[in-house]
């Protein structure tokens, strides 16, 4: 146990100095964080809407933050490049996160235009039944971008590294509510990059 939550302090740590320098993405993350706490509790109630909840407001925030602010030259702070930390990414590198988004944008066209999913679904009887089907939709992708990318790590790392990374995936949004708190703040007083005085030099934590 004491090996695992090392291993998940260090792939939390990585994450942090590596992938969020921008203090819009830091904040963007903040209402990812929250919102998807939201979504967790309303997976008990509703999954359907926590999943529209959780993709439509928690991951869309979550990824503009990395697609659009985040810097992606030089990264002085860990003296690596961008292409560097892309190839050495544990979880969703860019690539991948593309490949994934584009699933999600496509759920609800196809839904749209085969409301059965040639004929594996019962078709939604009005509107209301068609968001239902999307979240539906929407949380099985989740759940699968999950298990998908942790078996996939069995392979290319270890048995840990993948059960590690998915404990990471689930404990995201309340570690990241914490951690990015002040990222707003920040952000009114006209920081947009955080100077990472905590992580320099630094190669593990």
């Known amino acids: 146990m004491k090996n695992f939550l090392q291993a998940l302090a260090t792939q939390r740590w990585d994450d942090h100095r590596y992938y969020h320098h921008s203090r819009i993405n830091q904040a963007l993350h903040f209402v990812s964080a929250l919102s998807f706490l939201a979504a967790y509790a309303l997976l008990f109630v509703d999954p359907a809407s926590a999943a529209l909840l959780a993709w439509g407001v928690s991951m869309t925030t979550r990824q503009a933050g990395h697609f659009f602010f985040e810097p992606r030259g ?22 991948r996160k593309v490949v994934l988004m584009t699933a ?3 759920a609800p066209v196809l839904l ?11 078709p939604a009887p009005d509107f209301s039944g068609y968001l239902h ?21 069995f392979f290319l790392r270890d ?12 404990t995201d949004p309340f570690h990241d509510a914490w951690l990015y708190r002040r990222a707003p703040g920040h952000l009114l007083r006209g920081e947009l990059i955080d100077p990472m005085h905590h992580a320099r030099g630094a190669s593990g934590g």
């Not at 989740?142 to 990318?149: A, D, N, Q, S």
């Not at 048995?159 to 689930?170: H, P, R, S, Y």
């Open 74 to 95: 030089w990264d002085d702070v860990n003296l690596a490049t961008h292409e560097h930390k892309e190839a050495i990414k544990v979880g969703y590198n860019l690539r």
């Open 133 to 153: 089907n999307v979240g539906m939709a929407w949380l099985a992708l989740g759940v699968g971008g999950l298990l998908f990318r942790t078996v996939h790590l």
């Open 104 to 106: 999600w944008a496509l």
């Open 112 to 122: 749209w235009g085969s409301p059965s999913v040639f004929g594996l679904i019962a």
């Open 159 to 170: 048995l840990q590294t993948g059960l590690v990374w998915a404990t990471k995936i689930v």
